[in-house]
C-alpha cells in the first residue's frame, strides 16, 4: 500500500493536503501542528480541532482561529458523519481519549495516525508515562503509529527513545516526552502527506 496522498496530486492541483486533529486535553500537541502549519512549516490546510469534550485544546483552537467541532452524542456517529464531512486526507490523533470504533479505523486505515508517550508495545493505554516511571525502565520514549482496531496497536512509523536519567522525577520526564513530541510529531506527519511509503504485515517502509 502507498502513502501518496499529495505527491500523486501535485501535479493536478496545488491546493494544499487537509488534516484534522481530535484531541481531548491540554492540546499542546494540537497547538505544535496548527502553528506549524499557519507558519507554512507544515505544509498543510488544518481544517478543524474535533474534540469529545470541552478542554484546554478549544482555548488554544480559538486563539489561533482554527475552527471547532465539538462531538455531540452518539460521539462515534458524530466523528463519522464530521470526518466524512471534512473529507481530510489525514486524521491526527493528539491526546483524543477514546477508541475509534473499528468500522471507522476500517473505512480511514491508513489515514489515521496516533501519537503515544511510550516505546510501545510497552505501556499501551491510559497514563503511559506514569507507567513507565513507575515500572522504572531507564529507557522510554514515543511513538507515531497508524491506528488499527486495538488499542496502540498499530504498524508503528516512528519512534524516539529518552534516557531517563537518575534524579529526574515524573515531572521532568513529562516535559522531556512532550519536547520530543513537539519537535517529532509535525514532521512525521509532513511525511506521510509528500513522502511515499508502504506498509507491509507490521511493517512501514519509505518507498
Ligand atoms: C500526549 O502526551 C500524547 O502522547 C498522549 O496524550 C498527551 C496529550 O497531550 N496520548 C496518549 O496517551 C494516547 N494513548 P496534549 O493534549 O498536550 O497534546
Request: charged share 25%; with cysteine.
Amino acid at each position: 500500500m502507498h502513502g501518496l496522498f499529495r505527491s500523486e496530486l501535485s501535479s493536478v492541483s496545488k491546493e494544499l493536503p487537509t488534516i484534522v486533529v481530535l484531541a481531548s486535553g491540554n492540546g499542546s500537541n494540537f497547538q505544535v501542528l496548527a502553528e506549524k502549519s499557519i507558519s507554512g512549516e507544515l505544509r498543510a490546510n488544518l481544517k478543524a480541532l474535533i474534540v469529545d469534550r470541552p478542554c484546554g485544546a478549544v482555548e488554544r483552537a480559538k486563539k489561533l482561529g482554527i475552527e471547532v467541532e465539538m462531538l455531540s452524542k452518539p460521539w462515534h456517529e458524530d466523528l463519522e458523519r464530521v470526518l466524512d464531512t471534512l473529507k481530510p486526507d489525514l486524521i491526527v490523533l493528539a491526546g483524543f481519549m477514546k477508541i475509534i470504533p473499528e468500522r471507522i479505523v476500517n473505512k480511514y486505515f491508513p489515514r489515521i495516525v496516533n501519537i503515544h508517550p511510550s516505546l510501545l508495545p510497552a505501556f499501551p493505554g491510559k497514563d503511559a508515562i506514569k507507567q513507565a516511571f513507575d515500572y522504572g525502565v531507564k529507557v522510554t520514549g514515543i511513538t507515531i503509529h497508524f491506528v488499527d482496531a486495538g488499542v496502540d496497536t498499530g504498524p508503528i512509523i516512528f519512534q524516539k527513545a529518552i534516557e531517563i536519567e537518575e534524579g529526574w522525577d515524573l515531572e521532568t520526564l513529562e516535559s522531556k516526552i512532550h519536547e520530543l513530541e513537539h519537535e517529532s510529531y509535525w514532521k512525521v506527519v509532513s511525511n506521510l502527506l509528500y513522502k511515499a511509503y508502504k506498509i507491509e504485515g507490521r511493517k512501514v517502509r519509505s518507498c
